[in-house]
């Protein structure tokens, strides 16, 4: 094989590719900047276990395991908690007292 032959047969996978500067990466942007649907299907995640438990209540009681159903009620409140800390923090952000990146 001569030189001419090998600087022809270029390897054409991506890491050869992106090795030689051929590649380039697009900015992809955050889909989600507020977080305010991410807290919102939490705290719906966590009224559905309570309610799963609350119909399973006697069975818990009778296992000692009654102190379960108080950890949904946590989880919906602190997910209010942090529901109140998105809205706020996205309307500083919408009234540009506060960069997107700054956390």
Partial sequence: ??????ASKKRTDPTSQLARGELVHAEVKPLD?????????GIALWAVA?????????HLEANGLDWWLWVPV????????????????????????????ED
């Fill in 50 to 58: 309570l309610v799963v438990l609350f119909i399973f209540r006697d």
């Fill in 74 to 101: 946590a989880g919906i409140g602190l997910g209010l908690i942090g529901l109140w800390y998105c809205k706020r923090r996205w309307a500083a952000i919408q009234a540009g007292h506060r960069p997107e990146t």
């Fill in 1 to 6: 094989m001569t030189e001419d032959q090998g």
């Fill in 33 to 41: 900047l507020s977080g305010i649907p991410s807290v919102i299907t």
